[in-house]
């Protein structure tokens, strides 16, 4: 097996375990920090090691288009182009396709799309998704799906759920990188019994972990929670299960709660960028006056390189000031502060006290900030 689940947390679902990949063991809950186009913005790969990453993920939509899934193959594959020898994870371009693309028209064999970067035709479906996923060498390869938008009618939804599991069927089928581990990824919008559906279809075809999609695409809060607890319980023990664009703290402790493995999410790279620090009591505007005259770190307690050596003020002025090194600071806080977050919680789950460690986040303002 190459997931093991090591303990489950006697109140709740949360549990250990450790996925093994062809470029090392990932110890989970694990959040995944996004490098779409084989680059974590604003890091190098030196700045992820030094945060405690684990995992980074690549976009299969994106390095198809720019640089080409030939020019990567020539470098010998996502790790040596982007100079990362830990554990990459490449979404299939699904959620690209369906949310970037200018124009696209859906057939039972894929998708025909215009590029959101100059309008040039392409195709992928699901043995396009795979074949630029096995030249990227990605240690785990998504499946091909349709992400349904929000809302969502049900003959819609169901209609794609079918379409979802052929696609899964043939990316399954289609040939993989040597060692390569491939996810499939359960759909079905707000209706649980179409989720437990697609869930049942997905687990009968076999794969090597099981993702929760289409949630964290507008819909209310409560429905994402229903979604996973719709999903979870038809999925095999021995494999990791994965919320997909999730990176809030509190959700993802209550996604955990439900029994997830695996989080991704743009949020602590992209509002970075705009200024917004990530900390276990909210999200703060760096900008802010108050920041002015300030001594303190980012963050109080925070181990990170930017609260090691600079101050609010230090920072607020980088922001102020329109300086590069504001938001590459900004970055590494963050990513850090997701990653401690997440070694918190495995403590917490080994010791027995998760559920007591999760009642403790209850009040936090880090609301989501971004998509």
């Not at 939804?157 to 979802?164: C, I, K, L, P, Q």
């Amino acid at each position: 097996m190459d997931f093991d689940c090591k303990m489950t947390d006697r109140r709740t679902r949360a549990r250990l375990g450790v996925l093994r990949t062809a470029h090392g063991a990932v110890e989970t809950p694990v959040f995944m920090v996004v490098g779409t186009q084989a680059s974590v913005k604003a890091l190098e790969p030196r700045d992820l090691a030094e945060l405690k990453t684990q995992v980074v993920l690549g976009n299969t939509y994106h390095l198809m288009l720019r640089p080409g899934a030939d020019v990567v193959a020539a470098a010998g594959g996502l790790h040596a182009f982007m100079g990362w020898n830990g554990p990459i994870l490449t979404d299939s371009g699904g959620f690209q396709v369906f949310s970037l693309a200018r124009m696209r028209r859906l057939t039972e064999r894929g998708c025909l799309f215009n590029s959101h970067i100059d309008g040039h035709e392409f195709f992928l479906g699901p043995e396009e998704s795979m074949a630029v996923q096995r030249a990227l060498g990605s240690d785990v390869a998504m499946v091909f799906d349709e992400c349904l938008p929000y809302p969502c009618g049900r003959a819609r939804a169901e209609e794609s759920v079918g379409r979802t599991v052929r696609w899964a069927e043939r990316s399954k089928a289609a040939p993989h990188a040597g060692g390569q581990q491939v996810f499939g990824i359960v759909q079905g919008g707000v209706y649980d019994d179409l989720r437990r559906r697609c869930a049942g279809e997905l687990v009968s075809i076999g794969f090597d972990g099981y993702a929760v999609g289409g949630v964290s695409v507008g819909e209310p809060e409560e429905c994402m929670y229903r979604a996973v607890e719709a999903t979870v319980p038809h999925l095999p023990e021995d494999r990791p299960r994965y919320v997909m664009g999730l990176g809030v703290m509190r959700q993802i402790a209550e996604c955990v709660a439900r029994g997830v493995d695996m989080f991704d999410c743009v949020i602590p790279t992209r509002v970075a960028r705009h200024g917004t620090a990530i900390t276990r009591s909210g999200n703060v505007a760096v900008k802010a006056a108050k920041w002015r005259l300030d001594p303190g770190p980012v963050e109080e307690g925070c181990d990170c390189y930017c609260c090691r050596n600079f101050s609010r003020s230090y920072v607020r002025h980088l922001f102020v000031s329109g300086e590069m090194l504001g938001p590459r600071l900004l970055t590494i806080h963050n990513v850090r502060a997701l990653n401690r977050f997440m070694a918190e919680m495995r403590a917490a789950i080994a010791a027995g006290e998760f559920s007591e460690w999760r009642e403790g986040l209850t009040g936090r303002t880090d609301e989501p900030v971004c998509g």
